[in-house]
């Protein structure tokens, strides 16, 4: 990338961070990442973070949804601290620890369920995603998995293998599993049957189910796993229809297949529930979860039936520092924060109030074509032409680059790149909410008024 030119585009010095940006391309392997604008973090408090210049933001992203109770959180901090002082981690391959066997017992009582449930740690969403694969082949002695296009469940093998959203022929380059078979989400906005989800929602959903039963008859029942998003989330906050969860959970219980809920995004309070998967009244078999869950340590965790947690045999669960003492009691501390500030309880009333403000932003600009989420879980997809739906990613960009001029952190994703992630801390104070609301207004004011050049696209790789 050519920097040379982002300091005559940007009103404000970014030179350490572009120093940083520029070190990073030299250093660090492309795959790695697609970045958007240079913002080079060098601290974070709360719902704000800093540069290494010294510019102040108001972060929207919360380093993708991981910081649902802010950024260096007190609470967190400290545990944190007192940990270290007596013990990093010692691996529970062999031996015994306190702390991750309390954040179990913790995740056993906030995740959907009566019966006994056990659970199994890892470092990141994708290698959680990994273990529950490996827990339904082991469970169900079956080989098949069913994913949904537009996906996004990680980057490890298996769930690169059951992630829809990368293109095939990117990830056919390290051969994928390849016994994964992908279904089209029944989304209201877009979908491949041209029918309004808004609408005829029953429609929607009976036409989505009718393609996933068909998928595990043409594969002759040998399906271990159906494994879904309640809410698709890089897809770009694709909220299904209130009947599709619960039909494709009957339709994995008639057919003896393994339903795994993967709620790393969605998860944690995020959607104004504690799991996006209690919006529809379903329990699954298996439940993922991490990002947030530590608050800011990495930290996953698969929850499960007991029975099916127990038929994978051991060693094929375990990681060296698996519930890692350090994030587990950072989780626990988070955990306890959660229902302190009842952060699951604002997420929903806050998300409201975002999503009336946004509603009414789309009824004055018309490259807004529709506005969606649940909690703090939202999307704002930006449209070339609000009839034919046809998605407008430079323009989304543009609000992105602009709004970061002006001191908000915003990045777009979704199958089309077009879709603005909104995202907050759950305990975002209201001035720094109706702040970075009021700079995306401002920054769909001067894309439209051609105040924002066509060039800076050329440094958002994005999406």
């Not at 929607?204 to 998928?215: G, Q, T, W």
């Not at 996006?276 to 990495?298: C, Q, R, S, T, W």
């Not at 109030?353 to 649940?374: P, S």
Request: hydrophobic letters at 40%; aromatic letters at 8%.
């Amino acid at each position: 990338m050519k920097w040379n030119r982002i300091p005559q585009l940007v009103s404000k010095n970014i030179s350490r961070s572009l120093e940083i940006a520029r070190l990073d391309e030299e250093y660090m392997a492309r795959g790695h990442a697609f970045k958007y604008y240079p913002l080079a973090v060098a601290r974070a408090e709360g719902s704000r973070v800093w540069d290494a210049d010294g510019n102040e933001y108001i972060d929207f992203l919360a380093s993708a949804a991981v910081y649902n109770i802010g950024h260096r959180h007190p609470e967190v901090v400290k545990v944190i601290k007192e940990q270290i002082e007596k013990l990093l981690n010692y691996t529970m391959g062999y031996f015994y620890e306190k702390e991750p066997v309390e954040l179990a017992m913790q995740l056993v009582k906030i995740t959907p369920g009566e019966f006994k449930k056990k659970v199994t740690f890892g470092f990141s969403g994708s290698d959680a995603v990994d273990s529950s694969i490996k827990i339904a082949r082991a469970c169900t002695r079956r080989k098949h998995i069913i994913s949904f296009k537009d996906s996004y469940h990680g980057m490890t093998y298996g769930a690169l293998s059951v992630t829809g959203i990368v293109k095939p022929e990117v990830s056919e380059l390290v051969c994928p599993i390849k016994e994964v078979h992908f279904v089209d989400f029944p989304d209201p906005y877009r979908n491949p049957w041209d029918i309004d989800g808004y609408e005829k929602p029953d429609e929607l959903a009976s036409v989505a189910l009718d393609h996933v039963e068909r998928k595990i008859k043409e594969l002759d029942e040998d399906v271990a796993a159906i494994i879904t998003e309640p809410i698709q989330g890089d897809a770009g906050v694709v909220v299904p229809p209130p009947g599709f969860i619960k039909g494709l959970k009957e339709l994995a219980e008639k057919h003896g297949v393994m339903f795994i809920d993967e709620e790393v995004q969605a998860g944690m309070g995020r959607t104004g529930k504690w799991w996006a998967i209690e919006h529809f009244n379903v329990v699954p078999d298996l439940l993922v979860a991490a990002k947030a869950l530590g608050g800011g340590m990495p930290i996953s965790a698969v929850v499960g039936k007991a029975e099916l947690m127990d038929s994978v045999p051991p060693p094929l669960l375990v990681y060296t520092h698996i519930g890692h003492a350090v994030s587990a009691v950072a989780a626990l501390a988070t955990i306890k924060v959660i229902l302190s500030e009842r952060l699951v309880e604002r997420a929903r009333e806050v998300g409201e109030y975002v999503l009336k403000r946004l509603k009414e932003m789309m009824e004055k600009y018309n490259i807004i074509g529709d506005v969606r989420g649940k909690g703090l879980m939202i999307g704002v997809d930006i449209v070339k032409d609000r009839k034919t739906k046809e998605p407008d990613r430079a323009t989304a960009l543009k609000i992105c680059f602009r709004s970061w001029e002006k001191g908000l952190v915003l990045i777009t994703f979704g199958k089309h790149g077009n879709v603005l992630r909104i995202a907050p801390p759950l305990n975002i104070p209201v001035e720094d909410l109706d702040k970075g609301l009021n700079i995306i207004e401002e920054a769909v004011k001067d894309v439209l008024d051609g105040k924002v050049p066509d060039e800076v696209v050329n440094y958002l790789k994005g999406w």
